[in-house]
C-alpha cells in the first residue's frame, strides 16, 4: 500500500478529528484561497471587465491602476519588479480558476502582461 500524507483537523464542536484530504490537495486549497483574494487577481480582472475581456498592461500600469479601481481597496503596495514576478507565479491559477490566458510580451520600455479570457465553444 502506497504511503499517503493526510491533513487533519480537529472539529471541537462535535469533538472528531476530520480529515482534510492529502497534503497536496489541501495545499493546493489554500494556494486557491490566496489567489482568490489577492489584489493583483481582483484589479486585473476589474480592467478585463472593463475592456471586454482583455488588456495588455505593465505591472507598473497594474499598481496604478490599484489606486483607483474600488476607490482603493485593492491598492497594490508592491514594486512593479515584484507585481510582474507575483503575475509570473499566478499564470496558472489565472488560468484554472478564472479561465484566463496570461502571457508575457515586451513592449516598447517595459514588459508587458496580456491577460485574455479563454474562448468557449
Known amino acids: 500500500m502506497p504511503e499517503q500524507v493526510l491533513a487533519i483537523q480537529f472539529n471541537k464542536d462535535i469533538f472528531k478529528w476530520e480529515n482534510l484530504g492529502d497534503s497536496e490537495f489541501v495545499e493546493h486549497n489554500k494556494q486557491v484561497n490566496e489567489y482568490k483574494n489577492h489584489n493583483v487577481r481582483r484589479v486585473v480582472l476589474k480592467l478585463m471587465e472593463q475592456n471586454n475581456g482583455e488588456v495588455s498592461i ?23 519588479q515584484k507585481v510582474g514576478l507575483i ?8 488560468y484554472e480558476v478564472d479561465g484566463v490566458i496570461a502571457s508575457k510580451s515586451r513592449g516598447k520600455n517595459s514588459n508587458v502582461w496580456e491577460f485574455k479570457n479563454l474562448p468557449f465553444g
Open 58 to 80: 505593465s505591472a507598473g500600469d497594474i499598481v496604478k491602476a490599484s489606486q483607483w479601481i474600488g476607490n482603493g481597496a485593492f491598492r497594490i503596495h508592491d514594486t512593479p
Open 87 to 94: 503575475i509570473a507565479e499566478l499564470v496558472h491559477l489565472f
